[in-house]
């Protein structure tokens, strides 16, 4: 019987490094695996002993690509610790900052990691040559998101503005002005965006997957709500660990996380979509219905069009957020440490994002504990190959292993908290 | 336009975050353009290809973890003209280099189950602690105006413009009233290598040292004072001792037992 | 225009490089090389012994460089530069025709005035010949008006005495007394081995009188003009020629003090009575 | 002259095309900036200043004037922190420069203290003194409109009357203010200095200034002089300062430095700048940028082979020095004008008028 194996060494467009192995008897699959070799770097171990008010700016370094979601999550967990409520315009600053960095990760991950695949280019220098409109408007988004960031946040990676209770300083009304502009353009781009997205060539690929994200019974989600589930999964973080539990693969130093009692599920925009379709903003609905999105979307190659869809989304929440902005009276809320354990997820671009942190009355960390959304991926990832593969036999090595990479690429992994291909080995057996 | 060959770039990973690299395609404005100047030889973040070294201009982000990493770099070096490092992690070591000051195989414990799978070194080191680097960017995460400037001086063959001066004096040319003298706010801008553009006392908090420390730092003197503003032993402690842990002067602080009188000789 | 509203032109016009060519370059020793300059178009200039030019290659920065050049000749610029850093290796791509932008030319001169009818030692080292070669051109071009003239020249090594043919041509002469040393030297050398300040108390000249001339690095002009005075030299006939850090080359940057001196218009080449408060002294 | 008319020269200034900054308040202190209306100033605000703090507190009364000097100087817009002085173009076979054309605004100063005039007459003779005159600092310069203000209370830092340099403005103004706060009453006893002074005021309806309100306009000045924050002998300081160059304070001083270069970027008379040569990715653009600099750097002092002034002893030598001595000799004045904000705003409260009375007391060739 013929055997090959697929090895990517370095996977190429995802952020971080990892490797694909993927080992083929005959006509059936006969190991998959994701490895992560990013090395470790701890983040857990050394928050400990830290205060409470460094958590935001240390986790931040977790991921350089959504640091404001490892922000938010800390000051939420700590907030919930600490029995405090930020809302009014402060929450809807954090809502506001979120969406930029939404916008940014997104548009980053459509053009410059994703889409190359579906129009067969290395990178999107190629894709530019022959797509220039196409590109110049994707950075344009991309760049209207980093604006958000980098006004509120004070720059766009590792925002410096963001603490527990708040913020150290909240912009005027005026200095949204420049800004609200630009958005009100980039809005116009993204509907055009989600146009093109529903353009591209789709395989007719769909798995019977877990969906989890938050809900809230309000809004799109991004630092609130219940985790739900389409399986029946409805609690809230403080039950997280009840219910998830991580695993240590011998191939990767990335933990496995699933569910206790089902095993493999999906985080990231298209569980986001498919449970919260109803509180997007019209605007995006209606653009979603014109790219022959239902209500619920199987086929993770069409979590480009979903990740296009979020990106309306959130340029039209990012303007209401601004229109409906007044200053608030201060910057943050008064803390007062106690000792206590909080929990909170937050909606990365890439998913829930869950941390834990118990803290002392000193307001010092005594554990913390981080699941990003990449790990809760990553069995989910390794599935789709299980599935894809075989109805992809009859493709040469080359073409079967873009196939791998696109579909590993459907999730967005990312590596630093899981990106790249340079060596490709076939074995026969 | 006399028209070179392009010079290759190649853009190397190790223990990070990312950020640094993702600085470069932050450049939305200058992106396709830096393609067109230099061949993006090597960038497996932005791109599928890898075109064979050597390289001319390397940028490496990240520190060295591991016993794979601390000889990969060894190749990075041989296969490149022009090293430049970029952020904390690769000319500092980076936050993760906080295991450098205690026993990595609790950190260890900590974070993964089953610890027999993680291959690492006991410390996280900078790179210019491996090979000969040519160039250092600072900062955690670098600006992106910056590492166009190290580019484009890289282009002209002249000395970036990327002083080593403190924070405190980008902090004045932007005319920001200084936290710590108006407010009382610890601020670490005058130990602290500039390139921000003092973006936290803009955001009226104090700098706490991502880009590292400046040329001849006084931490002693720094930490007296911020004792005298209240901090801790701890905290001084703890706020030399962030992304830049390991990078030589912060690494040596340790508080002065606070004597009763503050004075400041 | 009015006055002020010229005054002010001229100023800007200062602090912004006018372009010139390279008509020539010549490659003086491994990493020393001579570069000829002729104005891209109509431009008037002169300069006196001593001054020099801020020499800006496009995209690189700028640095001040002593004109070498003799200062009779006014249609071209001359500079001999040492090839040390980003901006000096730039000038050494150089190539004929190419463009460089010159502000200048700024700073004091070598004081002839001064030395009218009497004996003249220059002391240098090293690339410190390069400003002195344009005041030996002065002196020999009105070598009536002074007495003795003595060049002492140190280098360090035969390879490195820079203007060799020029200075072999200036020993020729009977009315100028040049010795050159060597800190040290392959078999062979039959010339002086030591530091140039042996030479002095050697050299023919009037102590009560003389006008001195140094220029070299800090330390050699530091043992210099402690031989000159020991020989009995006043320190306000000790001419010599500092270096600091430029940028404006017009006395607004201030990076070029010099205890009280700027010394990019009360020097390069200043009185040592001047400067004795600093003179010798670390980290000035 | 009443508050309301106050109000009504900011509008007459605005209205003869000047750009009207003064002071207000930002972020906890009293910095310079665009002010619109007398709203915009600091009304009822004062400034509680020591070695490395400053304070804003609120007053009893509602002065406009009532506290010392902030940050900020004025010099931040006549000589710019930061400015582009050239662009060049590549052309074949060479480059073009093009001279910066921007004519600047006309600006007109409310608030102008005594020392603050001073510190300007001191920049005039570095930036306007032939042959080499400064075009940018002469743009700005030549078109300003002083407004100045007597001061009514001296700062925790300030040492003007050491220095001969206030608290009473005596020249350099084109209108000067007394502000007198007397219970109910709040007035300003107005003084030209120059027929372009004149000039707005004539177009003002101020009634004119009774004996008793003059007595209490010196009154005021007279009070402050009598407050002063600190004292710096000057006696012979320059022939101290030359023969202490190797004095064991310097070493003392260099402990506590943090070499941050706040002391010179607020420094009124500080001028020093850099230049920055850049580029752009495709290298057909070059620009020339001038900067603030500060003889803290190393990079200020830096020759082939590094730099001239490594020890930050060294380089604190040098500003006091220059400050208080090698100035003198340069431009026949101090460098320092005693407006204190070295004092206050350096982050370890290093005090130039502390540092100057150790060098004194440890001269060893005092009298020599
Ligand atoms: C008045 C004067 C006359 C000079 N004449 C000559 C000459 O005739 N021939 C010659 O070879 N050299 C001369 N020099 C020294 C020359 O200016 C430096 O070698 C040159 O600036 C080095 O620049 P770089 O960029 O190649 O080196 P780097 O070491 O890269 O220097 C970086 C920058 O520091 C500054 N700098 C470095 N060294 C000096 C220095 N010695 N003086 C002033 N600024 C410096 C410059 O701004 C330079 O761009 C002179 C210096 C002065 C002050
Ligand atoms: S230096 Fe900071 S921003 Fe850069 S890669 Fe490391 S952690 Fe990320
Ligand atoms: S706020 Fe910080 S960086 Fe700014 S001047 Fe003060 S101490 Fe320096
Ligand atoms: S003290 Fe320093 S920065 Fe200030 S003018 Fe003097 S040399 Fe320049």
């Known amino acids: 019987m013929k055997s090959r194996t697929i090895k990517v060494d370095y996977l190429a467009r995802v952020e971080g490094e990892g490797a694909l192995y993927v080992r083929i008897k005959g006509d059936r699959v006969v190991d998959v695996k994701l490895k992560i070799f990013e090395p470790p770097r701890f983040f857990e171990a050394f928050l400990r002993g830290r205060h409470y008010d460094e958590v935001s700016d240390i986790t931040a370094r977790i991921c350089g690509i959504c640091p404001i979601a490892y922000q938010m999550s800390a000051v939420h967990a700590i907030e919930d610790a600490f029995e405090v409520k930020v809302d009014g315009q402060l929450r809807a600053l954090r809502r506001l900052i979120y969406c930029g960095e939404w916008i940014g990760s997104h548009a980053l991950h459509i053009f410059l990691l994703h889409a190359p695949d579906f129009l067969g280019y290395d990178d999107v220098v190629g894709m530019a040559k022959d797509h220039p409109e196409i590109v110049q408007r994707g950075l344009q988004l991309k760049k209207a998101g980093n604006e958000i960031m980098a006004l509120i946040g004070g720059r766009e990676i590792h925002p410096i503005n963001v603490r527990v209770g708040g913020f150290y300083k909240t912009p005027s009304k005026r200095e949204f002005e420049p800004l609200r502009e630009s958005l009100a353009r980039a809005r116009d781009e993204a509907i055009e965006i989600v146009r093109w997205t529903a353009t591209l060539p789709f395989p007719d690929f769909e798995q019977d997957y877990e969906f989890v994200a938050l809900r809230h019974q309000d809004e799109y989600p991004f630092n609130e709500g219940r985790i739900v589930s389409n399986k029946g999964l409805d609690i809230t973080s403080f039950e997280y660990d009840d219910h998830f539990t991580e695993v240590h693969v011998k191939h990767s130093n990335a933990l496995h996380c699933i569910l206790k009692e089902r095993g493999a599920y999906a985080v990231g925009p298209l569980a986001r979509f498919n449970l919260n379709f109803d509180k997007l903003s019209p605007l995006a609905r209606h653009e979603a219905h014109k790219a022959g999105l239902n209500e619920v979307c199987r086929n993770p190659f069409q979590s480009i069009i979903v990740r296009s869809v979020e990106v309306l989304y959130a340029f039209d929440e990012a303007l209401r957020l601004i229109d409906e902005y007044e200053v608030p009276d201060r910057p943050a809320v008064a803390i007062t440490p106690r000792a206590a354990t909080g929990y909170a997820c937050t909606e990365a671009p890439r998913g829930l994002l869950y941390h834990r942190y118990q803290i002392d009355d000193q307001g010092r960390i005594l554990d913390a504990r981080i699941v990003p959304p990449t790990s809760q991926n990553q069995k989910t990832i390794e599935n789709d190959l299980w599935g894809l593969v075989p109805q992809h036999l009859n493709l040469s090595n080359t073409d079967l292993t873009s196939r791998c990479e696109q579909s590993i690429r459907n999730y967005d992994p990312c590596i630093s908290c899981a990106t790249h291909f340079l060596k490709l080995d076939i074995e026969r057996e | ?265 | 225009m009015s006055l002020e509203e010229h005054a002010m032109s001229a100023t800007a016009d200062l602090m912004t490089p006018r372009v010139f060519r390279v008509r020539r370059k010549i490659r003086e020793l491994r990493d020393v090389f001579t570069l000829v300059l002729e104005p891209s178009g109509p431009t008037e200039f002169s300069f006196a012994a001593g001054q020099f030019n801020m020499l800006y290659v496009f995209g690189v920065g700028e640095v001040p460089i002593s004109l070498s050049g003799d200062p009779g000749q006014t249609q071209i610029l001359v500079h001999t530069i040492r090839s040390v850093g980003a901006v000096t290796r730039a000038i050494n791509k150089l190539k004929r025709g190419d463009a460089v932008g010159v502000r200048g030319p700024f700073g004091s001169q070598w004081p002839f005035e001064k030395a009218f009818g009497r004996d003249v030692i220059i002391v240098t080292g090293g690339l410190g010949i390069a400003p002195l070669r344009p005041a030996v051109h002065q002196l020999l071009a009105q070598r009536e008006s002074f007495g003795k003239v003595s060049l002492l020249y140190g280098a360090r090594t035969p390879n490195d005495i820079l203007f060799q043919k020029e200075i072999e041509r200036w020993r020729g002469r009977l009315d100028l007394e040049v010795e050159a040393t060597v800190d040290s030297a392959p078999p062979g050398w039959r010339g002086n081995v030591g530091v140039v300040t042996t030479l002095i108390p050697r050299a023919q000249f009037d102590p009560a009188t003389v006008i001195a001339f140094v220029c070299g690095p800090e330390v050699m002009m530091r043992f210099s003009v402690l031989e000159l005075e020991k020989c009995g030299v006043s320190k306000e006939r000790i001419f010599i020629s500092m270096e600091r850090n430029m940028k404006c080359a017009i006395g607004f940057c201030g990076h070029c003090q010099f205890g009280a001196a700027f010394l990019c218009k009360d020097g390069p080449i200043i009185a040592l009575d001047r400067v004795q408060t600093w003179f010798g002294k670390r980290e000035i | 002259m009443e508050r309301d008319q106050l109000q009504q020269l900011f509008r007459l200034l605005a209205g003869n095309g000047y750009r009207v900054v003064g002071p207000t308040v930002r972020d906890g202190a009293i910095v310079y900036d665009d002010v619109a209306s007398i709203e915009d100033l600091p009304s009822g605000w004062t400034d509680e200043q020591d070695g490395g703090i400053y304070r804003l507190t609120r007053r009893k009364d509602e002065a406009l004037f009532g506290y010392a000097v902030g940050p900020h100087s004025w010099k931040k817009f006549l000589h710019p922190p930061v400015i582009r002085l050239w662009r060049a173009q590549r052309e074949d076979n060479g480059f073009q420069v093009n001279q910066e054309t921007d004519e600047p605004p006309k600006f007109a100063f409310i608030g102008v203290r005594s020392c603050e005039l001073h510190a300007i007459a001191v920049q005039d003779k570095v930036f306007l003194t032939e042959p080499h005159v400064d075009p940018i600092y002469q743009a700005r310069r030549q078109n300003v409109f002083i407004v100045a203000v007597n001061c009514g209370q001296s700062g925790g830092t300030c040492f003007c009357v050491s220095m001969n340099t206030g608290p009473k403005v005596t020249f350099g103004f084109d209108l000067a203010l007394t502000e007198v706060v007397e219970g109910e009453r709040h007035y300003f006893v107005v003084e030209a200095g120059t027929e372009k002074g004149e000039e707005i005021l004539g177009q003002i309806e101020t009634a004119e200034a009774d004996a008793e309100a003059r007595l209490k306009a010196e009154q005021v000045v007279a009070q402050t002089a009598a407050q002063m924050g600190r004292q710096l002998d000057t006696t012979d300081i320059k022939e101290l300062l030359y023969r202490n160059y190797d004095n064991s304070r310097w070493d003392d001083v260099a402990r506590r430095c943090l070499t941050c270069a706040n002391c010179t970027m607020v420094c009124p008379t500080c001028f020093c700048t850099t230049v920055e040569d850049v580029t752009d990715l495709t290298g057909e653009h070059a620009e020339r940028w001038r900067k603030w600099d500060s003889c803290f750097t190393l990079d200020f002092s830096y020759i082939h082979g590094g730099s001239v002034r490594t020890s930050p002893r060294s380089r604190y030598r040098q500003w006091m020095t220059h400050k208080l001595a090698t100035w003198i000799d340069q431009f026949g004045t101090s460098g320092c004008v005693g407006c204190g904000r070295c004092i206050t705003w350096c982050p370890v409260a290093i005090d130039i008028t502390e540092e100057a009375r150790a060098i004194r007391e440890t001269d060893t060739k005092k009298g020599s």
Not at chain 2, 57 to 85: M, Q, W, Y
Not at chain 2, 88 to 95: E, P, Y
Not at chain 2, 123 to 147: M, Y
Not at chain 2, 179 to 192: K, N
């Open chain 2, 1 to 265: 336009m006399k028209r070179r060959r392009r010079p290759k770039l190649a853009v190397w990973k190790f223990a990070s975050c990312d950020g640094c690299q993702l600085s470069l395609l932050d450049c939305e404005d200058e992106l396709l353009l830096l393609a067109d100047t230099l061949e993006i030889a090597y960038f497996l973040e932005a791109s599928s290809a890898v075109i064979k070294g050597p390289y001319d201009l390397s940028l490496v982000e990240g520190s060295i973890t591991t016993p794979a990493d601390a000889e990969r770099i060894n190749h990075v070096r041989r296969v490149s003209k022009f090293l430049v490092t970029i952020g904390a992690c690769a000319t500092a070591g980076g936050i993760q280099a906080l295991r450098n000051f205690r026993d990595v195989d609790d950190f260890i414990k900590i974070v993964y189950a089953t610890p027999a799978y993680i291959n690492t070194l006991e410390h996280s080191t900078p790179i210019a602690d491996h090979v000969k680097v040519d160039f250092e960017l600072r900062g955690c995460p670098i600006n992106k105006h910056q590492l166009l400037e190290v580019i484009s001086a890289f282009l002209q063959e002249r000395k970036p413009n990327t002083p080593a001066h403190s924070v405190c004096v980008e902090c004045k040319l932007r005319g920001i009233v200084c936290v710590m003298v108006a407010h009382g706010t610890p601020c670490l801008g005058p130990v602290t290598h500039a390139g921000c553009g003092a973006i936290c006392p803009a955001y009226d908090r104090g700098c706490y040292g991502c880009f590292g420390p400046k040329e001849t730092p006084n931490v002693r003197s720094m930490g007296r004072w911020l004792g005298s503003l209240g901090m801790s032993e701890d905290e001084q402690w703890r706020v030399f001792h962030s992304f830049n842990a390991y990078a030589k002067p912060f690494r040596g602080f340790s508080p002065e037992v606070n004597e009763k009188s503050n004075d400041q000789g």
